[in-house]
């Protein structure tokens, strides 16, 4: 089994930064991609943000140039993934979710998802 932590949301200002992260722990052999996906009230869940093991990174297209995703080296077998926000605007707000992508053993391929964190962006 692997635990996923997330922490860092909250209320902010227009034009405000706020700093996500998720630390993974567990059963982790190996990880394929971390990344940050967001559902806001009435919408479907989409992709915000996403890092692979070699360090690539991909972005939904109204978050480039505002938000930045990376990763930390395993530290005591967790691994962590943040998102950086900045510049954020009221149709940022939704709940924050972390997604891991991972082998648990070299024939076990699994994904896991964060609980949430709520962002809201309002003046």
């Known amino acids: 089994q692997v635990q996923l932590v997330e922490s860092g949301g909250g209320l902010v200002q227009p034009g405000g930064s706020l700093r996500l992260s998720c630390a993974a722990s567990g059963k982790i052999f190996m990880i394929n991609t971390m990344g940050w996906h967001r559902q806001a009230p009435g919408k479907q869940r989409e992709l915000v943000a996403v890092i692979t093991s070699g360090g690539a990174t991909n972005y939904l297209d109204s978050v480039k140039g505002r938000f930045t995703i990376s990763r930390d080296n395993a530290k005591n077998t967790v691994y962590t993934v943040y998102l950086q926000m900045n510049s954020l605007k009221p149709e940022d707000t939704a709940v924050y979710y972390c997604?891991?992508?991972?082998?648990?053993?070299?024939?076990?391929?699994?994904?896991?998802w964060g609980q949430g964190t709520q962002v809201t962006v309002s003046s």
């Open positions: 997604n891991v992508d991972l082998w648990e053993s070299s024939l076990v391929k699994s994904n896991y």
